[in-house]
């Protein structure tokens, strides 16, 4: 038996029975209504059923639903850097983190258009507690995260998620994505924690420098912009909880209906851009930065710089970025038609006496123009 019994995804000889299990479950007739509306649903149960591995499964039905998701909640998806990677190489894809579902979706979509390897994904185990959505998250290629364990336990944990992202990576030649940080990041600071960095390197081989180990998995920075968030207003009670110190308690099935809200809401225009494989980056620091404390932080600036630097800066960025600093320093960068529609949206959505939840709603959508502005000024002093 796999020592990845628990958080693997389906090999593909398990494929067709798991579909057997879910074939008649509502929410997947919704799904592939959704996908193949013009079909009886006769149509994809014979195509579904006659399925025997998850590359037939993901492109015969979840690479046509993301298409549907795009013609639907999107006025479409722009690409940059994947020039960089090799069709014959696995990638560790760190990537940002906006939306539950389709921030994998996309990228896997994007890859498989361009002949590339789609992804191992790492998928926390509060979104996959139905029976349904685990087998459908299983034969979507995800590997399971366990949250919420004592101390003991979350070792243990951590230590076989890292030897199955070694595996799929160097033993399989599987690209693996995975976030920058546990859960989404809600407050648009894109900020990796070193806590997934440390759990990656544990399953360094023994006496192996974790930075010369990370050079081996070829780590890809990954940015994902939505221009719109459809999910904006649902993170704001969080939001606001944290700007007032409170201690946040999710709602029941609150990231159920942010999931679906993610996937259905409106988005506008998509940006997924792959940064520079950090395979030079991580060699530099390795000569000038001593110590593993120090140099698990500077492998983590190295990829926040990547991340914030490739990420696409829509008019709504600039616009929030401006009405928070009550300016009109990026005034150019977008139209009295788009800043209307984002005020709408804005007034629409908060309570405009509430100074702190304006403030977290504005700052949700200018942080990525603060922080990108910011590296750049650093960049100039540097040189």
Known sequence: MSPFEDIRPYYDTEVNQAIRQIIDHPMLKSMMNFTFPEQADEYWKDLMLHCHSIRDFQINFIYPGVQKVLEKSSDGLSTSGFEKLDKSTSYLFISNHRDIILDTSLLNACLYEKGLFMTTSAIGDNLIQKPFLKHLSRLTRNFVIKRGLPARELLESSKLVSSYIRHSLLRENRSVWIAQREGRTKDGNDQTHKGVLKMI?????????????????NVVPVSISYEYDPT???????????????????????????????????????????????????????????????????????????????????????IAHDLLMNSDQFASEYTPEQKALFEARFRRGVDQNDETAIKSYLSMYANPVINQKKIMEEMKGIT
């Open 201 to 217: 390197s544990m399953a360094a081989d023994p006496k192996e420098n974790f930075l010369d180990y990370f050079q081996r998995l």
């Open 232 to 318: 904006d207003i649902l993170k704001m009670p969080e939001l606001l909880a944290k700007a007032r110190q409170e201690t946040y308690v999710k709602g029941e099935n609150e990231d159920f209906k942010t999931l679906l809200s993610g996937i259905i809401g409106q988005k506008k225009r998509i940006h997924i851009h792959i940064g520079d494989i950090l395979t030079d980056g991580i060699e530099k620091i390795k000569k000038d930065v001593s110590g593993q404390v120090k140099q698990l932080q500077a492998l983590a600036d190295l990829i926040d710089e990547q991340i914030i630097l490739g990420y696409k800066l829509w008019p709504t960025k600039y």
